[in-house]
């Protein structure tokens, strides 16, 4: 089992180290100035996206996962922030040209720099894993469809928890304030 091990934690360190985060500084100021931040992603995807959402209100930031029924009025000082391998997801795509019309800034986190949730994103997150459409050698993984994307996404976002901790001047404990006690 560890052989195993070691294949999946080796592809997620080599995938996240060529990964390009040169947009990370607009990124991140987009989830710092929002008054809301709506997270959205599908299938395994959507998961994760829905336990970034979590966290970020942890942080003291108002956050919500677009399969939500509770999700308030959205608009212009709104965040729409994308989690999509592929960039092409059609209940995605949809979703963001609803943001788009109603004045909400986009950014996602992809692996796919030409697709329509990337070219409508005011800044990208590009994660160098393999999708379901591009069948680049460079970014094959051993592991099954985009579950590559969808554990770098994770690690990802984990780690801009640590960025975002330390810009909000937030701790384990003050976090912890936050967290849910009704379980």
Do not use: W
């Not at 709506?38 to 677009?66: E, K, P």
């Not at 963001?96 to 992809?110: E, F, M, P």
């Not at 984990?158 to 936050?178: A, G, I, P």
């Amino acid at each position: 089992m560890l052989d195993r091990i070691k294949i999946v934690t080796s592809e997620i360190i080599c995938a996240l180290e060529s990964s390009d985060y040169s947009q990370i500084k607009h990124f991140t100021k987009s989830i710092l100035s929002a008054d809301r931040i709506i997270t959205a992603g599908a299938g395994r995807v959507g998961l994760v996206m829905q336990s970034f959402s979590m966290r970020l209100n942890h942080l003291g930031l108002n956050s919500n996962f677009i399969g939500s029924s509770n999700i308030p009025r959205t608009g212009p000082k709104d965040l729409f922030l994308v989690g999509s391998g592929s960039g092409t997801t059609s209940s995605i795509v949809n979703l963001v040209k609803l943001a788009k019309q109603y004045g909400l800034d986009v950014v996602c986190i992809t692996a796919n720099s030409s697709s329509y949730i990337s070219e409508n994103s005011s800044s990208i997150i590009l994660l160098n894993c393999q999708t379901k459409e591009i069948n680049d050698v460079s970014r094959t993984s051993l592991q099954p469809m985009t579950t590559l994307f969808e554990q770098s996404l994770s690690i990802f976002l984990d780690s801009l928890v640590l960025s975002l901790m330390q810009l909000l001047n937030e701790s384990h404990d003050s976090m912890l304030k936050r967290h849910n006690n009704l379980e």
